[in-house]
C-alpha cells in the first residue's frame, strides 16, 4: 500500500477564501494509500516547504500531493522540496485547487467537494507513478547568428566576447545589412557607415566569429544545445582565398548595367561586384543570373584579367553541415513594395521614390556623392514632398501596425535635406507623429522649428505630373480638412516595415512561431521578448517587429547574453516527460505494429525506426522509437497510436485510466 | 480462368514464387481463399464473379506472411487498393507481393505499388448501388437521426469482432480492444461498449480504409459497419482531398503534421 502524504495550501485567502481547506484535509485523510494530510496557510513558504519534508521523514512517505495553485507556478519548488526529503521528485505532484477550483467557483459546499475531487485524482496518479531520473544532454559552445545586419553583427560580437563560438551566416555578399545603406541616424545625426563599418570590421576579424557570406540555413535539426544546422554556401564563383581583392575584374567587367541592389537601383553595378566599398568580406561576388559568361558562355573577361586566377566558373553551391548549440535569428525586414500606391505615381514617376532611395541620395557613397539631385533629370529638388505612414497603418491596402521608425526617418530627411538645400522646401503630410524616445521628440521639433519643415496632418488623395512637376493633392486636417495642393519636385514614400520575403518558410524550417504579418514570436510578449517558443533560439532586431537601431542593438545584445548564459553549463537538465515505445517480450517484442503514422505526426522529428534481430542479425521486426533528446513530450503520437504502443512517462495511460476511474 | 492456372503454374516453377493465393470452390456456390503452393493445388484455383473476398486480409496473417514471396489473385479494386495502403504503412515492400488480375482474354501480372496504381486508374472502385444509396440516406439525415440509426443498429452487436478480424487494415498484432492495462473499452457487448467500439474501429480507419466492405459482408447480424467507415472516408477526402488505398506513398491524412498545415478550423 502506497504512503501518500496530502499538503492541502489556503494560498491565503486565495483558496481558502472559497474551498474549507481543513474540510478538504480531512476529507483527502480517508482516501486509501493516505497517511498523513494536513493544511496551511502558504505551503509554498519556507515553513511551509519544512513541514512538507518533516513529514515525508516522519511518516515514511514514499508519494506527495500538493494542493495549491497550478503546476505551471510552484511545480519545480515543491517537488524540489520532495527530492530534498529524499522522494522521486516526480512522485510529487500537483493539485490544482486555485485555478481549477477557488478561483472559478463560489464559496459552497460543492466547491469543497471538487477540491477534494481534484486531490483524489492527483492521489490515483501518484499512486501509479513511477521514479524518473532527469535527461542530461550536453551542450554545444557554438553558436548561429542568422543575419548580418548591425542585430547579427551585436549579437555575435557580444557571444564571441564571452568567449564563445559564433557562425554569422549572412544570405547577401557582405554584412552590414540596412544599416550600411543609411546616410545619417536620427537622432544625432551621425554618419551610419562610420559607426557601423568598424564593427563590420571587428566581426570579421573576431578568432571567433566565422563569417558565412552568401549562404543562407537549409536546414535545422536538433534541439537546445544539440542543433544540427545545413547552411548552403553559394557559389560566389570566386575562389575567396585566392582573391586578393585588388577589383580589377570589377573595373574591367563589359556588363555594367545593372540595377544596383545597395543604391536601390539609383545606379548601376558590373556582373562581378562588391556591393559597396566598406563590404565585408571585402571580395566580389559573380551575380550568374546577369553574367554574360553564364548566360551564353562567352565573355570570360574577369578570369582572363584575374592576376591571381581566382575566377572559378564551376564553382558550385556547398552544404555545410555544423553542430550549434543555440540560434538567434536577426534576419532583419525589408521595406512594402511600392506598386500598391499607384495613385502616387511610383513607378511612373521617377522622381516619386522611397524613403531607403533618399537615403542613398543622401549618403556621401550614394549615387549622387550626397548631393540631393533628383532621379528624372539630376536637377536639384526646391520642393519635396514627405508622405508618412505609406502603407503602415493602413488597413486597407497595406499593413494595420505602425513601422515605428518612419516618423523619426522622414524628419531625418527633411533636416538632411535642409542642410544640403538652403533654399528648399520640405513639406510632411503624416497621421500622426510617433516619437517616443530619447531626444526623439526633440529631434522632430528641430526639424519643424530650426529646419522649417512644414509638417501638414492629413493624407495624400494624389499624385500626378504636370509642367514637369509633380502635384500632390492632398487635405489638412487641421484646417477643417481644406484641400492642400504642392507643386513639388520630388516625393519620398515612407514605406511600411514588412517582415522578409520567405521569413514564413525560415520559421517553419526552424520550428518557430510567426504572426500574421510573417514577423517572427517571441515567447512572451513582455517577460521574455528575445527568446521565442522553441527553446535555444533566439531573436534580435527587426525580424520580431519592426524597430530602430538603438533597439535593435539593445535586442542583440540582449539574445548574446541569453546565449553566453546557456553557454555557461557543460549540460542540459532536461524534464524526463518522454514517449516510450514499449517492448515486450518475445516473440511479440513490441506491441508497436510498425506502421509508422507516429513518425509524420511528430512535429520534432523525434520518432525513428528500429530493427529487432535477431542473434543471426536477422531483421524480425521494424518498430518505432522515441529520441528522448528530441521528443518534447506533446503526446501526438500516444494519442494517434492505434495499438497503444506508445505512452508518455509521468502521463501514462494507466494513470489517466486511473485518475477518471477514481470518480 | 485457365490462363490464370497456368500463369501461377509458370511462376511456381520458376520459382519466382512460393505460393499463389487465390480461390477455391467452397461448400454449395460459396468461394473461399485457397493456398496453391504446387500445380495440382493450383488446379483446384478459380476465378468468377463470385469470388468477392478481399484477400489482402489474409496476406498479413502470421502463417501465410512466413511462406515467402507470395502471388495474390486480385479479381477486385479492392486487393490492389489494400495492397498500396500496407506499403504506406510500411506493413509489405513495394514490390514484395505480385497481383495476379484476371482480366480479358487473359490474365495482367502487376508487381509493384506503381504498376498498381497504373492499374487501378483503369477500373476504378465503385461503391454498390445499396451501399450508395444508404450511404446518402445517412448523410441526409439530421445528427440526432443519424444517432439514433447507429445505436439502434449497434444493439444488436454481440462483438464477435468478426469485423475487426476481416479488415485488411487491422493487422494491429495486438488490438486496443484486447488491452486491459487499462480496459477503455469495456468487453461486454453492452450500449456503451458497442458504441465505443464501433466509434474506436471507425477512427482507427478514417483516412486508411481501402472501402472494399469486407466488414459490412463478415457481421453474422448484418449490421452495415462497412458504411461508418466509409462515411468516415467521405469526410477524409472532402477535407483533405485524399484518401486511403489510392497510393503508397502518400502521408496519412489525419496523422501527418505539417508545419505549413493553417489550422483553419480552431476559431
Redesign the interface.
Known amino acids: 500500500m502506497s504512503r501518500i502524504g496530502v499538503f492541502t495550501c489556503h494560498c491565503g485567502e486565495n483558496i481558502a477564501g472559497t474551498v474549507d481547506c481543513p474540510k478538504v484535509a480531512e476529507l483527502t485523510r480517508q482516501i486509501p494509500g493516505v497517511v498523513h494530510s494536513v493544511d496551511y496557510k502558504y505551503m509554498c513558504s519556507d515553513p511551509g516547504q519544512t513541514l512538507i519534508k518533516e513529514a515525508i521523514k516522519e511518516h515514511k512517505l514514499d508519494g506527495v500531493v500538493v494542493a495549491a495553485c497550478s503546476p505551471r507556478m510552484h511545480e519545480p519548488t515543491f517537488r524540489k522540496a520532495a527530492a530534498e526529503a529524499g522522494v522521486n521528485p516526480y512522485l510529487c505532484e500537483m493539485a490544482n485547487l486555485r485555478e481549477h477550483c477557488s478561483w472559478v467557483h463560489e464559496k459552497n459546499e460543492a466547491t469543497t467537494q471538487k477540491a477534494a475531487d481534484l486531490v483524489r485524482i492527483m492521489v490515483e496518479k501518484v499512486k501509479h507513478d513511477t521514479p524518473l531520473t532527469p535527461i542530461k544532454v550536453p551542450v554545444t559552445k557554438t553558436a548561429l547568428v542568422v543575419g548580418g545586419g548591425i542585430a547579427g553583427i551585436q549579437t555575435a560580437l557580444d557571444i564571441a566576447n564571452a568567449g564563445h563560438q559564433v557562425v554569422l551566416v549572412e544570405k547577401s555578399p557582405s554584412i552590414g545589412g540596412h544599416m550600411s545603406q543609411l546616410s545619417e541616424t536620427f537622432p544625432t545625426l551621425d554618419c551610419s557607415q562610420c559607426i557601423l563599418t568598424p564593427r563590420m570590421v571587428e566581426a570579421a576579424q573576431h578568432p571567433n566569429i566565422k563569417l558565412m557570406t552568401y549562404s543562407e540555413v537549409e536546414k535545422v535539426d536538433g534541439f537546445i544545445g544539440n542543433f544540427k544546422v545545413t547552411v548552403r554556401k553559394k557559389a560566389k564563383k570566386v575562389d575567396e582565398k585566392a582573391c586578393t581583392g585588388c577589383g580589377l575584374c570589377v573595373t574591367k567587367c563589359p556588363n555594367k548595367k545593372i540595377p544596383d541592389e545597395f543604391n536601390e537601383g539609383l545606379a548601376f553595378r558590373p556582373a562581378i561586384y562588391v556591393p559597396f566599398p566598406q563590404a565585408v568580406p571585402n571580395k566580389p561576388t559573380i551575380d550568374t543570373a546577369n553574367c554574360t559568361y553564364f548566360k551564353n558562355g562567352k565573355c570570360g573577361v574577369c578570369s582572363k584579367v584575374c592576376p591571381t586566377g581566382a575566377i572559378r566558373y564551376d564553382q558550385e553551391d556547398e552544404l555545410i553541415t555544423m553542430d550549434i548549440g543555440a540560434i538567434v535569428m536577426a534576419t532583419g525586414f525589408k521595406l512594402m513594395q511600392t506598386d500598391k500606391f499607384p495613385e502616387y505615381g511610383y513607378g511612373k514617376y521617377k522622381d516619386v521614390i522611397d524613403g531607403m532611395q533618399f537615403e542613398r541620395l543622401a549618403s556621401a557613397s550614394g549615387p549622387t556623392a550626397g548631393v540631393i539631385k533628383r532621379p528624372s533629370d539630376g536637377k536639384e529638388p526646391e520642393t519635396v514632398v514627405f508622405i508618412a505612414c505609406s502603407g503602415s497603418r493602413d488597413r486597407a491596402k497595406g499593413v494595420p501596425y505602425c513601422s515605428k521608425i518612419c516618423c523619426m526617418y522622414t524628419a531625418k530627411h527633411t533636416m538632411l535635406y535642409k542642410h544640403k538645400v538652403h533654399h528648399g522646401q520640405a513639406y510632411v503630410f503624416y497621421m500622426d507623429i510617433r516619437s517616443a524616445g530619447k531626444d526623439y521628440d526633440e529631434f522632430v521639433r528641430r526639424a519643424i522649428e530650426e529646419d522649417e519643415a512644414k509638417y501638414i496632418r492629413g493624407r495624400v488623395s494624389r499624385i500626378y505630373e504636370e509642367d514637369g512637376k509633380l502635384i500632390v493633392k492632398g487635405a489638412d486636417t487641421l484646417m477643417n480638412g481644406e484641400p492642400v495642393e504642392i507643386k513639388a519636385d520630388m516625393v519620398v514614400l515612407a514605406t511600411a516595415v514588412q517582415s522578409q520575403d520567405r521569413s ?1 518558410d525560415l520559421a ?1 524550417t526552424l ?1 518557430i512561431s510567426y504572426d500574421k504579418y510573417g514577423f517572427f514570436a517571441e515567447a512572451h510578449p513582455k517577460l521574455r521578448p528575445v527568446e521565442t517558443n522553441t527553446a535555444g533560439i533566439f531573436l534580435a532586431g527587426a525580424c520580431q517587429a519592426p524597430r530602430d537601431i538603438p533597439e535593435t542593438v539593445a535586442q542583440g545584445s540582449a539574445a548574446g547574453a541569453k546565449v553566453a548564459a546557456l553557454f555557461s553549463q557543460d549540460e542540459l537538465t532536461r524534464e524526463p516527460i518522454v514517449a516510450v515505445v514499449n517492448r515486450q517480450a518475445p516473440p ?1 517484442f513490441s ?1 508497436c ?6 513518425q ?4 520534432y522529428q523525434a520518432i525513428e525506426q528500429e530493427e529487432i534481430k535477431d542473434r543471426s542479425g536477422r531483421v524480425i521486426k ?1 518498430v518505432a522509437k522515441v529520441n528522448p533528446g528530441l521528443c518534447q513530450g506533446c503526446g ?1 503520437c500516444v494519442a ?1 497510436c ?3 504502443a506508445i505512452d508518455l512517462a509521468g502521463f501514462s ?2 494513470q489517466l ?2 485518475e477518471l476511474m477514481t470518480l | 480462368m485457365e490462363s490464370l492456372k497456368q500463369k501461377a503454374k509458370e511462376l511456381l516453377e520458376a520459382g519466382e514464387i512460393k505460393a499463389v493465393l487465390g480461390y477455391a470452390r467452397g461448400t454449395s456456390d460459396t468461394r473461399r481463399p485457397h493456398v496453391a503452393m504446387s500445380a495440382l493445388e493450383v488446379d483446384k484455383l478459380v476465378a468468377d464473379q463470385a469470388c468477392t473476398t478481399n484477400l489482402a486480409n489474409l496476406l498479413m496473417k502470421h502463417e501465410i506472411k512466413h511462406l515467402g514471396k507470395l502471388a495474390v489473385v486480385a479479381s477486385r479494386p479492392s486487393t490492389l487498393r489494400s495492397l498500396l495502403q500496407l506499403t504506406a ?3 509489405v515492400a513495394d514490390g514484395a507481393i505480385l497481383a495476379l488480375v484476371p482480366a480479358e482474354g487473359g490474365v495482367k501480372q502487376l508487381g509493384t505499388a506503381q504498376a498498381f496504381e497504373e492499374h487501378l486508374a483503369l477500373v476504378p472502385q465503385k461503391k454498390t448501388e445499396k451501399d450508395q444509396a444508404l450511404l446518402d440516406r445517412l448523410k441526409a439525415m439530421p445528427r440526432a437521426e443519424r444517432f439514433a440509426f447507429w445505436q439502434k443498429e449497434f444493439s444488436r452487436c454481440m462483438k464477435c469482432y468478426a469485423c475487426r478480424n476481416s479488415c485488411p487494415m487491422c ?6 480492444m484486447d ?1 486491459n ?4 473499452v469495456p468487453v461486454p457487448s453492452h450500449a456503451v461498449g458497442n458504441q465505443e467500439y464501433h466509434l474506436v474501429r471507425a477512427m ?1 480507419l478514417a483516412g486508411r480504409c481501402v472501402e472494399c466492405g469486407e466488414c459490412g459482408r463478415a457481421c453474422p447480424v448484418g449490421i452495415p459497419v462497412h458504411l461508418l467507415t466509409f462515411f468516415a472516408e467521405d469526410s477524409v477526402r472532402a477535407q483533405f482531398g485524399q484518401g486511403g488505398g489510392a497510393s503508397a506513398t502518400i ?2 491524412a489525419l ?3 505539417r ?2 498545415d493553417k489550422e483553419t478550423f480552431i476559431r
Open positions: 514564413e517553419q520550428h511479440l506491441t505494429t510498425g506502421c509508422f503514422l507516429c509524420t505526426a511528430c512535429p521494424t501526438t494517434f492505434r495499438t497503444k495511460n494507466e485510466f486511473a | 504503412e510500411h506493413q493487422y494491429c498484432e495486438r488490438c486496443t488491452c492495462r487499462p480496459q477503455w482507427h502521408d496519412n496523422s501527418t503534421f508545419p505549413d
